[in-house]
């Protein structure tokens, strides 16, 4: 049975930082693309980073790009989401979520197992 299990959500301030970590499961976790997706009430579920299955080149939205990073670590079957520099506007429950494969795709209907999601909440 596969898990993912995020973890590292909060509560913080703007221009703050957190740190978001996805544990898995039952698959073999080295053949899987990762991504953290988010979404905030009233909105669609969207893509906020992707980590192919050898590490190497991430893909970013723009609306995070140069302030979040995504890492991976093959070894402990985990991948991370570095935050810094929140915003009000990254509040949402934002998602781990994987993907067979080796390239990073950033349409949610592309991944097969995803986590129960971890609330981030930045105030102003």
């Known amino acids: 049975q596969v898990q993912l299990v995020e973890s590292g959500g909060g509560l913080v301030q703007t221009g703050g930082s957190l740190r978001l970590s996805c544990a898995a499961s039952?698959?073999?976790?080295?053949?899987?693309?990762m991504g953290w997706f988010r979404q905030a009430p009233g909105k669609e579920r969207e893509f906020v980073a992707g980590?192919?299955?050898?590490?190497?080149?991430?893909y970013y939205a723009d609306s995070v790009k140069g302030r979040f990073t995504i890492s991976r670590d093959n070894a402990k079957n985990t991948v991370y989401l570095q935050m810094n520099s929140l915003k009000p506007e990254d509040t949402a429950v934002y998602y781990c979520?994987?993907?067979?494969?080796?390239?990073?795709?950033?349409?949610?209907?592309?991944?097969?197992?995803w986590g129960q999601g971890t609330q981030v909440t930045v105030s102003s």
């Open positions: 979520a994987a993907r067979r494969g080796s390239y990073i795709d950033t349409r949610a209907r592309e991944y097969a197992y």
């Open positions: 980590i192919p299955w050898r590490g190497g080149t991430t």
């Open positions: 039952g698959l073999t976790f080295s053949n899987y693309v």
